[in-house]
């Protein structure tokens, strides 16, 4: 097998792998790798699939900008999940190696525009909902604001990925033992070809924009952003006592919001960078071993399944559309919520009524959640 990419020769001696024999020994189980892919891979999946076909099926969640834009976040974290996931999983459970460049180049790609695209639709639904409570007073985002938006997110996220093209391929690791059996030494070679960085000058600089691009800068807007959100909702006026609890309960989202971004990416973007910029390693096991590595990914994979519930979830529409598509699910719960039908609920009903004294609050409320 001929791979052209890159070739790396080693010769160890034996003390060295006694201390990869320290590595391994704190090394992820592959059972526990495998468990918590396939979860949360189940998970990203069945709530973006969801959200998706929600916002399809109900012609109510369609006419919003802002649902527009979480069905973007949605395809760019099933992106994730379907591409990535099950390549981190073979890559850190089994060590699978792979002498496909294409394969390799277009997963690295795909995972990283799926990255791109998540940070840049959530810095939508940020100026969105920025506008709605900020700025009550000028027109809303249309649909073809919103399909425009969506369109310069994924030009943006699907060019700034072509970078992995020149930093990616794949890597031939060939290593050489030596072992003393009383007066002879025995030369043992291993050869592995596997998915790795190729151009690591190059990859030190994608590493700071990488960090700038889709963490440091977008994190400064969203925190502007809700800050301006939650002071602009702390000084209005409630004049009920269920206007200040809608106010309390949109200041705990909006807060939520920029929490878990900044707390889920964060280890990525730090590992990522150490390991891009730290020429001679410290000899500590831990530090070698995949565990920092594997940890750093399955946070970042918990924002993909915290979306759909934080952005779909806890809005009203989304919920009765999710009662539809799963009347099961109370029933089980022994909920007093039944499928909808053509009639109203009483509760429906009620909240019909209401709609008419609706404090700007609890409007501004529906709009966040």
Known sequence: MSVNDSNFDFEYSFDYYAF????????????????????????????????????FRQPKLRKTATNIFIVSLSVSDLLLAVVFVPFHIGAFAYGMET????????????????????????????????????QPLRPKLTLQHAAIGCV?????????????????????????????????????????????????????????????VMYAIPLVILATLYSIMVFTLWFSKAPTNSGNRSKRKAIKMLSFVVLQFAITWLPINVIQMYYAWTVDFPLNPFLWSIVPSNLCVFILMCNSWINPILYAYFNESFRKEFRKLFPCFYKCKGSKVSAEGSSMTGDDANSTTRAGGRTGVSMISSTVT
């Open 20 to 55: 990869l024999e320290e590595v391994y020994a704190f090394d992820t189980p592959p059972e526990v790798t495998v468990s918590l892919g396939v979860l949360f891979m189940f998970l990203i999946i069945a709530g973006n699939l969801w959200v998706i076909i929600a916002v």
């Open 99 to 134: 002498s496909n460049k294409a394969v390799c180049n277009i997963t690295a790609y795909l995972h990283w525009a799926a990255q791109c695209g998540t940070t840049f639709s959530l810095l939508c639904i940020g100026v969105d909902r920025f506008r709605a409570i900020v």
């Open 152 to 212: 310069l997110v994924w030009v943006c996220a699907l060019g700034y990925s072509c970078g992995k093209f020149a930093t990616v391929g794949i890597v031939s690791r060939n290593d050489t033992i030596y072992i003393e059996q009383g007066n002879d030494t025995i030369t043992a070679h291993s050869m592995y070809h596997f998915c790795y960085v190729t151009d690591f000058e190059v990859d030190k600089i994608l590493r700071i924009f990488d960090f700038l």
